[in-house]
């Protein structure tokens, strides 16, 4: 499997809490900060549930996998 780089590129205020929610379990804390998971349906859900929010770039094969700032 691959990586997916996500990172936040809208603000979360005005959303519903589970869309919050959705977007603090992906590690994402601020506007513009970047994390890299691993592409599984539990993660594209996750970024489905708030794609209008994200913006998701298909990661380099063999990058690490960690989930914090690049």
Known sequence: MG???ITLK???AGSTEAQR???RSLGL???NQTVVHQDSPTILGMVRKVSHMLHVEQGIEGQDVQGKDD
């Open 10 to 12: 809208r603000s979360y």
């Open 29 to 31: 804390r601020r506007l």
């Open 21 to 23: 929610r959705v977007v």
């Open 3 to 5: 990586s997916l780089k």
